[in-house]
């Protein structure tokens, strides 16, 4: 495993924030859904493309706390324009669980 020093580290801003809205993205090549999410007032709403399809109905999604890196530069994915990279673990068959802070996190908090 490569290691990095903490300065490395501090270059990535990781967020919480709260899905406000989620679709379905089928022109995806892998299955994936279109999520909305606010990061509170210094960042505001941010959206992205995630491949959670197989866990994840995007009716379910608005509400449910997430986090994600802010700070890479935006992603073109198919027609869609991704603007932070959401976080998330894979589980024993492969599909993709959400990381997310706990309730009282508020939106916008920067991970440390």
Do not use: C
């Not at 501090?10 to 892998?30: H, M, Q, W, Y």
């Not at 986090?67 to 890479?72: E, K, L």
């Amino acid at each position: 495993m490569d290691q990095i020093d903490i300065a490395d580290f501090l270059k990535v801003d990781i967020r919480s924030g709260t899905v406000v809205r989620a679709e379905p993205f089928p022109e995806a090549r892998i299955p994936a859904i279109k999520l909305w999410i606010d990061f509170g007032a210094e960042i505001g709403e941010r959206k992205t493309s995630a491949q959670i399809a197989d866990l994840y109905d995007p009716a379910q999604l608005p509400g449910h706390k997430v986090m994600a890196v802010v700070n890479f530069p935006p992603r073109q994915i198919g027609p869609f324009m991704s603007e932070v990279l959401v976080l998330g673990f894979p589980d024993a068959e492969g599909r993709i669980v959400l990381a997310a802070p706990g309730d009282s996190v508020p939106d916008g908090a920067r991970m440390s």
